[in-house]
């Protein structure tokens, strides 16, 4: 008996779970849902909002979503009401508010980015001002709450004095085709949570729609969940209890409303080295706002994002958001590195009587460099012009000094030179180098009795380098059997200090 009751209660909630999630599928050739409308009417009504969820191939035209027609006569002079939604051509949808005339006021949305997926329509006429003449009404049509076509439509007095909106009962109402179902009409697609209501759409009222799809509206006089219909009966929920027959309509799962599902949250990082810029691409899914937070103080609220750090770091990057209907994803945060090592420049030089050319290391994101002449002469160059030539006016001893910027920082790099008529001014012995032997053959060393770092080149008698050196600290030999015979010049420098050995080549 325990056995049998459990199986029984599993049934029921399994049908009972069921029942909640039921839509209806249109073939779009003879399935309709004829509301009773003996039992539904609109009476002196402020405005009217149609709001349903659909899911169909648009790239079909055609055919009407519903339309419900108070009389079939439109002659002038009478004041009947008419409303319907249908495709007029590819990809596009109709509302249409008819008064007075077979002529309507119109307005449309694009869905040919909504194909076969389950989109919720709200068509709404909105009440703007009401007098005892006419009335003015915001005529508009929303995608997933977002506002696609609106205009504005005046409601006059005729015959009965009424400027409302009003629907008699008895009057043609059909859902899947138009009231009078010829075989051109039929809606194709399915449709779940088909609801009419006498109340002017406001922003909280078109947000409850589209972030609870079980949502009835207030005044409703029509709602369709078909969840509690089955087999020929669609069941009314509203307080009209107009329930509808369904004729050859098939009951299938209902409507996903993708408009309020939990965000997935998750972005792209890509950085430069050497740089503190950081390029951030959302690839969030299911979310409409943001926040950004970059782990150095700074945030953000844009959808991406690029942001320039203060210094290179390991950065914890973190990325929130939420859907409009205020569900939050599970935020995610990444370790971020950015590289970008500050500029360490070397000044070199090559010197020919009082001419001169100075050049510093270049890098992708060097774009400055300033050249001190130390003649009280200066000069700047930008961004891949390292090197520079200078003219001195006289003949002496200048320090020259190159300075370098770039996005991850500056450093400065000096030197002294001699102008001479060779570049050079008389041999003046280094105190704490030595060199030898002099004249030299093959090679000739460089000793540092001083135990400082030095830096050193040899030019030729033009002035040209040919050897050059940086950060040496003990005994050097030079090999120089490729030199030809003749005057050379060695120079040294150390502690800021620069000096010069002639040297002989045999």
């Not at 029984?8 to 779970?17: D, H, K």
């Not at 002079?77 to 007029?88: E, K």
Request: proline residues 3%; charged residues 15%.
């Amino acid at each position: 008996m325990l056995r049998i009751l459990t199986t029984i209660l599993v049934l029921m909630l399994f049908n009972s779970a069921n029942a909640q999630n039921f839509a209806l599928q249109f073939n779009g050739s003879n399935s309709v849902v004829v509301p009773d409308s003996s039992k539904v009417e609109i009476v002196n009504g402020s405005g009217i909002v149609f709001s349903l969820w659909v899911k169909a191939d648009w790239s079909t035209d055609n055919f009407y979503v519903f339309d419900w027609a108070d009389s079939l006569n439109y002659k002038q002079g009478n004041d009947n009401m008419r409303f319907n939604l249908q495709g007029i051509k590819t990809g596009v949808a109709r509302f249409g508010f008819y008064f007075n005339s077979a002529s309507p006021t119109t307005v449309e949305a694009n869905l040919s980015s909504n194909n076969n997926e389950w989109t919720n329509i709200v068509c709404a006429l909105t009440p703007k001002s009401i007098g005892s003449v006419t009335s003015t009404y915001l005529q508009s049509i929303y995608i997933n709450g977002v506002l696609q076509d609106s205009t504005t439509t005046v409601v006059a007095a005729i015959n009965t004095g009424n400027n409302s909106i009003h629907i008699n009962k008895g009057s043609h109402f059909r859902i899947g085709s138009r009231y009078g179902e010829d075989t051109l009409t039929f809606y194709k697609g399915a449709l779940d949570n088909f609801q009419v209501s006498t109340f002017g759409l406001t922003h909280a009222q078109l947000k409850t729609l589209i972030c609870d799809k079980n949502a009835l509206m207030s005044q409703a006089v029509l709602f369709y969940g078909f969840n509690d219909g089955s087999g020929n009966n669609a069941s009314d929920s509203s307080i009209s209890k107009a329930d509808g027959l369904v004729k050859n309509g098939l009951w299938v799962s209902g409507a996903t409303n993708s408009n309020n599902l939990i965000p997935v949250l998750s972005f792209i990082d890509v950085t430069k080295s050497p740089s503190l810029e950081a390029k951030f691409t959302n690839t969030s899914m299911h979310a409409s706002t943001y926040k950004w937070t970059f782990g150095d103080g700074d945030s953000s609220t844009n959808t991406n994002e690029y942001h320039s750090y203060p210094r290179p770091d390991t950065f914890k990057v973190c990325l929130e958001g939420q859907n409009d209907c205020g569900r939050i994803g599970n935020k995610i945060c990444k370790d971020v590195i950015i590289i970008c090592p500050e500029p360490n420049i070397k000044l070199k030089s090559t010197v020919v009587g009082n001419k001169a050319i100075f050049r510093v290391d270049t890098a992708s994101n060097y774009y400055l460099y300033a050249w001190d002449f130390g003649d009280k002469s200066w000069a700047r160059s930008g961004a891949g012009l390292s090197e520079i030539f200078y003219e001195f006016p006289t003949n002496g001893a200048y320090t020259i000094c190159a300075a370098v910027r770039s996005t991850c920082g500056r450093d400065t790099s000096c030197r002294s030179i001699l102008i001479g008529p060779t570049g050079f001014v008389s041999p003046v012995k280094a105190e704490g180098f030595s060199v030898y032997p002099n004249p030299f053959a093959d090679n000739f060393n460089i000793n540092n009795l001083t135990g400082k770092e030095f830096d050193f080149e040899v030019v030729n008698s033009l002035g040209s380098a040919i050897v050059e050196n940086s950060t040496v600290t003990n005994t050097v030999l030079i090999s120089s059997e490729s030199w030809t015979p003749g005057v050379y010049f060695l120079r040294i420098f150390s502690g800021g200090n620069s000096t010069v050995h002639r040297l002989v080549k045999q």
